[in-house]
Structure formats: structure tokens, C-alpha cells
């Protein structure tokens, strides 16, 4: 176990849905990381939030949105659903950014997000 | 700006034999680089890291990586491959703030019995 817990493991849903998928950090990281992984595009980062404020944006579309609330838990909101949105879902944390650089990124286990 | 590039998107390896996971990075300033490995059905484990002093990093599991500046590469070696190795593996690179962090598209390796 990581520390690093995400759920739901997995969802399946239709096109046009909207799903919350949620990420709570190890104890004591302030920073959390959303990346997508699927097996055209690779690992691709989403954006990250530091403390409650979002600190860096990656390749994120529009339909997607996330927050990290005051108990640094953080949601990654996907709407309008595609087809294409079909990957697993990874969320990190450390406890900032030079912890990053020392000690790497801790992942969960992601949510496995399939469109249909 | 960094980015990582994997050569090999599969490899596969006899028990007991070297294993060689290859990685290059461009980066404009003096880069920090890591690999990371990936079981199944897991998220990703720090395998290892480079960010100054000794070129040549170990981490767990046996692995150890080399950073040659002049080749602009961080190949992934371990001497004879385990069964249990069998995994996806990535090279990641990040400039020294940690805020602009790269991985690589991610290498399979198959241990053959």
C-alpha cells in the first residue's frame, strides 16, 4: 500500500456521462497529481494542485476539471464523455516539489475509466 | 523544456540474462531523471534516480542506471533478469524545480523462461 488512495478502482459508463474520480494523498503530502495513461498517448500529466491551489496544468482538456479541497483530498471531474477517454487514471502526491525531485512521485493504483 | 524518449517499446529478455532498458532526454538545463516501474494493476514505483553527484545510481531490485551527459542517456541495466521483472518500465525527467516533470512512453519487458 502506497498511502495514496484512489477510488473507484473502476467505472464503467456511457458516452456524455460525467464521472468524479477521487484521490486521497499519502499523510503529510501537500501536493497531488493527476496523470492519464492510456496505450496510445502514454502517460500523460494533467495537472497537479499544491495545498489547495492548482499549481501546474498538462495536456488537460477543457471537459475535465479538478480541485484539492482543505483536507487535501482531490476529485478529477470528467464530463461529456468520449470513447477516446477510456484509460487509467493515476493520481500522485508528494509533499511538494523538491520532495518530488528526492524522492519521486508516490502513485495510487488508479481508477480504470471505461466509456462505452 | 524536457522530454524523454524510450527506444524499444518492448523487450524481451531470457531469465538470467542482461536486461537493457534504454532512455535518452533532452533537456535545457541540467536535468533530473528517474525510472520509474509499473506491475500490473499497480501505479508506478520509484526505481531509481539521478539528480547530481555519481553518475551511476542504484536502486532497488538490482537495477542501476548510468547518466552520460555526453550521450544525453540514462539506460536502465540489471545484470540477470528474475521472472519477477517482468514489467512496464518508464524514464522520466524533470528540470531542477520538480514543476516540469516527463515521462517516457513506457517499456514492456517480457522475461522468457
Known amino acids: 500500500d502506497s498511502g495514496v488512495t484512489q477510488t473507484p478502482k473502476h467505472l464503467i459508463t456511457a458516452t456524455g456521462q460525467r464521472v468524479t474520480l477521487r484521490c486521497s494523498p499519502r499523510?503529510?503530502?501537500?501536493?497531488v497529481y493527476w496523470y492519464q495513461q492510456s496505450l496510445d498517448q502514454g502517460l500523460q500529466f494533467l495537472i497537479q494542485?499544491?495545498?489547495?491551489?492548482?499549481?501546474a496544468k498538462g495536456n488537460i482538456l477543457e471537459r475535465f476539471s479538478a480541485q484539492q479541497f482543505p483536507d487535501l483530498h482531490s476529485e478529477l471531474n470528467l464530463s461529456s464523455l468520449e470513447l477516446g477517454d477510456s484509460a487509467l487514471y493515476f493520481c500522485?502526491?508528494?509533499?511538494?516539489?523538491?520532495?518530488?525531485?528526492?524522492?519521486?512521485?508516490?502513485f495510487g493504483s488508479g481508477t480504470r475509466l471505461t466509456v462505452v | 523544456a524536457q522530454s524523454v524518449t524510450q527506444l524499444g517499446s518492448h523487450v524481451s529478455v531470457s531469465e538470467g540474462a542482461l536486461v537493457l532498458l534504454r532512455c535518452n532526454y533532452s533537456?535545457?538545463?541540467?536535468?533530473?531523471l528517474f525510472w520509474y516501474v509499473q506491475y500490473p494493476n499497480q501505479g508506478l514505483q520509484l526505481l531509481l534516480k539521478?539528480?547530481?553527484?555519481?553518475?551511476l545510481v542504484k536502486g532497488i531490485n538490482g537495477f542501476e542506471a548510468e547518466f552520460k551527459k555526453s550521450e544525453t542517456s540514462f539506460h536502465l541495466t540489471k545484470p540477470s533478469a528474475h521472472m519477477s521483472d517482468a514489467a512496464e518500465y518508464f524514464c522520466?525527467?524533470?528540470?531542477?524545480?520538480?514543476?516540469?516533470?516527463?515521462f517516457g512512453t513506457g517499456t514492456s519487458l517480457t522475461v522468457i523462461p
Open positions: 522520466a525527467v524533470s528540470d531542477p524545480t520538480g514543476n516540469q516533470f516527463y
Open positions: 494542485y499544491y495545498n489547495g491551489e492548482e499549481r
Open positions: 499523510s503529510g503530502d501537500l501536493s
Open positions: 500522485a502526491s508528494s509533499v511538494g516539489s523538491r520532495d518530488l525531485l528526492l524522492s519521486g512521485y508516490t
Open positions: 533537456s535545457s538545463v541540467p536535468p533530473y
Open positions: 539521478y539528480t547530481t553527484g555519481a553518475t
